[in-house]
C-alpha cells in the first residue's frame, strides 16, 4: 500500500513536470523563466521537509500523506482549469510541497519496518516502484499533449494524486507501527546532525545524484525542443531514463551481496559525470535515448544505497528528520540549479549547462571513494 500511493502519486509529479516545462515552452516562456518554474516545485519543500520530517516522528505517516495527496490535487486542478503561465506558479508550488510530505512518509515507512541488512533491498523496492512511476509519467504527459491538449494532461495527474489519497486513506496504513523513539530521545538540532562528518558526507553524495537525475528532467525537454522533437519523443527519451533506472534496482538486491553502498555511489557518480559530458553531442532522438540510459543506469543506484546509509546513522528516533534534513538540502539545489542552468543555457549555450553539471558531479567522486576503498580495504 505504501508503495502503490508513493508510486501514483510520483507518477503525477513526473507527468506535471513534463508537462509544465512543454506548455510553459509553448507559451513562449524562456529558458529561465523554465528554470524558475520547474524550481518553484522544491521552493517551499525547501523550508517545510524537516518541520514535516519531526511531524512524521511524532505522528506517523498517515495523515501527512493524506494531506500531501490533497496539496497535490488541488495543484494539478489549478493548472488544468485556469488558463495562462501567471497560475503555474502557484500550481507547482502545490505539487511540489504535496509530493514532499508523501516523500518523506513513504521513506520513512521503508526505513522504519527494515532491519539494517533488508534497508538497502527494501528501498530498492521503493524505487522500482518511483522508476515504473517515472517511466510512465512523461510517457503519459507526452502523448496527451500530441493528442488532447495541456489541460488534459494536467487532468490525468489529478486522477493519480486522488488515486493516491483514496490510497492513503484506506485503513491498510492506519494500524503500521511508524512512530520512533518517545520525544525526550529526539533531541538535537538539524544543524549538529549536519555536523556529524558521516552525515554530512551521506547528505554530499546523495545531493549530487538528486541533482543530476532533477537537471536531467528539466534539461531535457529544452534540449529536444531545441532540436525540433515532439512531445511524445521527448517523453519517449524521459521514459527511457526511467526503464534503466528500473532494471538497475531490480538487479538492487543482487548486487549489494557483492559491493558495498559507498562503492556503487562511487561508480554511480563516475557514470554520470561521464553520461553528462557526453549529451551535448547527442544530437539525434536515438542517441539521446541511449545517453539517457546510461545516466539512468548509474542514477538508479544512488538513492537506495543514500537512504539505508541515512538510516543506519540517523539518531535514534530522528529516521524522518534525517529525511528531511536530505530533502531540504535536495530542494534547495532543485531551486537553484535550474535557476541557474537556465540562465546558463540562455547566455552560454547547452554545452555549458552539460559541462557544468559534469563539473559539480565529478567533486563527488573522490569523496565517495575515499570512503569506499577505506571499507575494501578494511574487508580485505
Known amino acids: ?78 493548472a488544468a482549469t485556469v488558463p495562462g503561465l501567471g497560475i503555474l506558479y502557484v500550481a507547482v508550488v502545490l505539487i511540489g510541497t504535496g509530493f514532499m510530505a508523501i516523500f518523506i512518509g513513504t521513506q520513512h515507512a521503508v526505513g522504519t519496518l527494515s532491519t539494517p541488512d533488508e534497508r538497502a533491498a527494501n528501498f530498492s523496492r521503493l524505487s522500482l516502484g518511483f ?56 533531541k538535537g538540532s538539524a544543524f549538529k546532525m549536519l555536523l556529524d562528518p558521516e552525515m554530512r558526507r551521506i547528505y554530499v553524495v546523495g545531493i549530487l545524484l538528486a541533482a543530476a537525475w532533477d537537471l536531467f528532467t528539466f534539461v531535457t525537454p529544452i534540449r529536444g525542443s531545441q532540436l525540433g522533437f515532439s512531445a511524445s519523443t521527448i517523453g519517449m527519451i524521459l521514459a527511457t531514463f526511467s526503464v534503466a533506472t528500473f532494471v538497475v534496482r531490480l538487479a538492487m538486491p543482487r548486487i549489494v551481496r557483492h559491493f558495498k553502498e559507498w ?91 552539460f559541462w557544468g553539471l559534469a563539473a559539480i558531479i565529478a567533486c563527488g567522486v573522490p569523496l565517495a571513494a575515499r570512503k569506499a576503498f577505506k571499507r575494501f580495504s578494511s574487508a580485505s
Not at 540562465?343 to 549555450?349: Q, S
Open 1 to 78: 500500500m505504501l508503495i502503490g500511493v508513493a508510486v501514483t502519486a510520483h507518477v503525477a509529479l513526473a507527468a506535471a513536470r513534463v508537462t509544465t516545462a512543454l506548455y510553459a515552452l509553448s507559451l513562449h516562456a524562456s529558458e529561465f523563466t523554465v528554470g524558475t518554474l520547474i524550481a518553484l516545485f522544491a521552493f517551499v519543500p525547501m523550508f517545510l521537509a524537516v518541520p514535516m520530517g519531526r511531524v512524521i516522528d511524532r505522528i506517523g505517516v498517515r495523515r501527512p500523506l493524506m494531506a500531501g495527496c490533497a496539496l497535490a490535487s488541488v495543484g494539478v486542478t489549478l
Open 131 to 186: 522508476s515504473v512511476s517515472a517511466f510512465t509519467g512523461p510517457l503519459i504527459a507526452g502523448f496527451a499533449i500530441d493528442h488532447a491538449h495541456y489541460s488534459v494532461a494536467y487532468l490525468i495527474c489529478g486522477a493519480f494524486t486522488l488515486t493516491a489519497f483514496i490510497l492513503a486513506a484506506s485503513g491498510a496504513l492506519r494500524d503500521l507501527p511508524l512512530h520512533s523513539a518517545p520525544t525526550s530521545t529526539r
Open 263 to 353: 562503492q556503487i555511489l562511487t561508480g554511480a557518480l563516475t557514470a554520470a559525470t561521464a553520461c553528462y559530458f557526453m549529451f551535448p553531442f547527442m544530437q539525434q532522438p536515438l542517441t539521446m535515448a541511449i545517453a539517457a540510459a546510461g545516466l539512468g543506469l548509474a542514477l538508479g543506484t544512488g538513492q537506495p544505497n543514500v537512504l539505508a546509509l541515512l538510516h543506519h546513522n540517523a539518531p535514534a528516533g530522528r529516521g524522518a528528520e534525517a529525511i528531511g534534513i536530505r530533502a531540504t538540502i535536495g530542494n534547495a539545489s532543485a531551486v537553484m540549479l535550474p535557476i541557474a542552468f537556465g540562465a546558463a543555457g540562455t547566455a552560454l549555450g547547452q554545452f555549458a549547462v
